[in-house]
């Protein structure tokens, strides 16, 4: 049998980014995301602290996350700007 060519994978123009400030932690946007891409942070017992973050190499930009964010925590960005502005943060 032939082997099939894989196509690179197509990266979204958008991704969406938490401001953690903001997050409280409710999971509302875990429960929405399509390809699962969003993990739990809680850097201790104090439910306070809890927040979220995005992988951004798997997020699609489906804007779901950000539709549905009770206290509007996300952003959605252009991906180049952003991975641009991280490169230069990051030098
Ligand atoms: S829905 Fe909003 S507040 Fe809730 S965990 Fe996600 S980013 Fe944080
Ligand atoms: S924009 Fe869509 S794919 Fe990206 S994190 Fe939000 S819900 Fe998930």
């Keep these: 049998m032939a082997k099939t060519k894989k ?3 197509k990266r979204s123009a958008s ?3 938490v401001r953690s400030d903001d997050c409280t932690g ?5 429960v929405f995301c399509p390809v699962d ?4 942070k809680e850097p201790s017992d ?8 995005i992988d ?9 996350c950000a539709r549905y964010c009770p206290w ?19 030098i």
């Design 7 to 9: 196509r690179p994978k």
């Design 15 to 17: 991704i969406a980014i």
């Design 26 to 30: 409710c999971e509302v946007c875990i």
């Design 37 to 40: 891409c969003i993990d739990l």
């Design 46 to 53: 104090n439910p306070a602290e809890r927040y979220v973050l």
């Design 56 to 64: 951004k190499e798997t997020c699609i930009g489906c804007t779901l």
């Design 72 to 90: 509007e925590s996300i952003d959605m960005v252009e991906r180049k700007a952003y991975e641009e502005d991280a490169a230069f943060v990051f």
